[in-house]
């Protein structure tokens, strides 16, 4: 998927969560072969992180799942602590298998 295209998905992803009032999620990007741009993860943590914050009644917690060399390169763009961070009032957790993000939004709960 293209930048452009993941917003999109964002969007009617909160869209949809509003619905559902979820505040749990578990997005798979494995199979994304290319890191996403600077820009799609600055707008990811100053415009659509404290939208979601905002919308959802409580604190959102988020597990994404990515390639391994889209875990290593988490740091540089602005995750200090892929396994744990706290931004804009989401919680997120990044991984690269499914079984260790499931336990972790478990704990979160």
């Not at 992803?13 to 578990?26: E, K």
């Not at 959802?56 to 889209?70: T, Y």
Request: with cysteine; net charge negative; aromatic share 12%.
């Amino acid at each position: 998927m293209s930048a452009e295209e993941i917003t999109h998905t964002c969007e009617a992803l909160l869209a949809t969560d509003l619905h559902h009032d979820c505040r749990h999620w578990l997005l798979d990007g494995r199979s994304h072969q290319q890191a996403q741009p600077r820009a799609l993860h600055e707008w990811m943590q100053e415009e659509y992180f404290p939208r979601v914050r905002a919308h959802l009644k409580g604190r959102p917690c988020i597990a994404f799942l990515v390639p391994r060399f889209v875990w290593e390169g988490l740091p540089a763009q602005g995750y200090e602590n892929p396994l744990d961070s706290f931004a804009h009032g989401v919680r997120m957790g990044w991984f690269t298998a499914e079984e260790e993000a499931l336990a972790w939004l478990d704990r979160q709960r």
